[in-house]
Nanobody, 113 residues
Framework: VQLQASGGGLVQSGGSLRLSCAASGSIFSINRMGWYRQAPGKQRELVAG???????NYADAVKGRFTISRDNAKNTAYLQMNSLKPEDTAVYYC????????WGQGTQVTVSS
């Protein structure tokens, strides 16, 4: 399985960004997709995940601001990030799978105050 991540960038506080993560390869084995993030000096943390059936979960810090969705026909997950805060600044990593997930390349998200 290969994951191609896109999106991210620099935005002012209160702004929005959208991340995408497209999966290719042996995708029949993939149920859950989502994103983790890692800020400088901090551990990697789960941001949001979604199953192929559309069941989503979010970190408390992003609930109400971020929305994860998935297009199974395109094997792509999306993370819409609204009302961004400086503390959302991190490298965002998309993943696919549960026990031993596959990882996409990191995408930098920088929110300026």
């Amino acid at each position: 399985v290969q994951l191609q991540a896109s999106g991210g960038g620099l935005v002012q506080s209160g702004g929005s960004l959208r991340l995408s993560c497209a999966a290719s390869g042996s995708i029949f084995s993939i149920n859950r997709m989502g994103w983790y993030r890692q800020a400088p000096g901090k551990q990697r943390e789960l941001v949001a995940g979604i199953t192929s059936g559309g069941l989503a979960n979010y970190a408390d810090a992003v609930k109400g601001r971020f929305t994860i969705s998935r297009d199974n026909a395109k094997n792509t997950a999306y993370l819409q990030m609204n009302s961004l805060k400086p503390e959302d600044t991190a490298v965002y990593y998309c993943f696919a799978g549960s026990v031993l997930p596959y990882w996409g390349q990191g995408t930098q998200v920088t929110v300026s105050s």
